[in-house]
T-cell receptor, first 116, second 114 residues
Framework: GAVVSQHPSRVICKSGTSVKIECRSL??????MFWYRQFPKKSLMLMAT?????????EQGVEKDKFLINHASLTLSTLTVTSAHPEDSSFYIC????????????FGPGTRLTVL | AQSVTQLGSHVSVSEGALVLLRCNYS??????LFWYVQYPNQGLQLLLK??????LVKGINGFEAEFKKSETSFHLTKPSAHMSDAAEYFC????????????FGSGTRLLVRP
């Protein structure tokens, strides 16, 4: 149980375009979803926290107009990187948690974004 | 405020040797602690978690960790390393509030020599 999927797993796009990444909890209802960014050989940096049906809470320094997060249902959250630039290239990982899971987060497999 | 420190960005062991990955935490309240493993280009997989029950926690793949309040530590061990254990390991502490945020350590890369 507690499976989280991400789509796509890899995406290459041109500078200036927008990219949408989906995060789905497949077998549980995720009250909260998190989006992380991971630079090469670095730890995970939390970008934002989203609760179903409400606006995402962004961490300090993360541009909310650049990284649009939507959490429309208890099983789906999306991250849209708007007007992507090469510096947005990174590994993006989502996670999901449920109320009864002792604060445990279940992680998706990640999405590798490359902006040319 | 909660924080996590992982000592050693790289740990190298021989196959069959003991694995010890260190994690110290800082928390003003009893913490929930986690160890995750990450293989290249993959997400994080939970190895084990401490949620204020037994102080010795057994996880998957033969790993275990012991919560020591007096030392504010939660070190990860495995008696005998296997080549497949080579990966990045992250210790994390949960913020004990309604945000459910995790604070991650900087990670330790485990190398296993044949």
């Amino acid at each position: 149980g507690a499976v989280v999927s991400q789509h796509p797993s890899r995406v290459i796009c041109k500078s200036g375009t927008s990219v949408k990444i989906e995060c789905r909890s497949l077998d549980f209802q995720a009250t909260t979803m998190f989006w992380y960014r991971q630079f090469p050989k670095k730890s995970l940096m939390l970008m934002a926290t989203s609760n179903e049906g409400s606006k995402a809470t962004y961490e300090q320094g993360v541009e909310k107009d650049k990284f649009l997060i939507n959490h429309a249902s208890l099983t789906l959250s999306t991250l849209t990187v708007t007007s992507a630039h090469p510096e947005d290239s990174s590994f993006y990982i989502c996670s999901a948690s449920a109320l009864a899971s002792y604060n445990e987060q279940f992680f998706g497999p990640g999405t590798r974004l490359t902006v040319l | 405020a909660q924080s996590v420190t992982q000592l050693g960005s790289h740990v190298s062991v021989s196959e069959g040797a003991l694995v010890l990955l260190r994690c110290n935490y800082s928390s003003s309240v009893p913490p929930y602690l986690f160890w995750y493993v990450q293989y290249p280009n993959q997400g994080l997989q939970l190895l084990l978690k401490y949620t204020s029950a037994a102080t010795l926690v057994k996880g998957i793949n033969g790993f275990e960790a012991e919560f020591k309040k007096s030392e504010t530590s939660f070190h990860l061990t495995k008696p005998s390393a296997h080549m497949s254990d080579a990966a990045e390991y992250f210790c994390a502490v949960s913020l004990m509030d309604s945000s459910y945020k995790l604070i991650f350590g900087s990670g330790t890369r485990l190398l296993v020599r044949p």
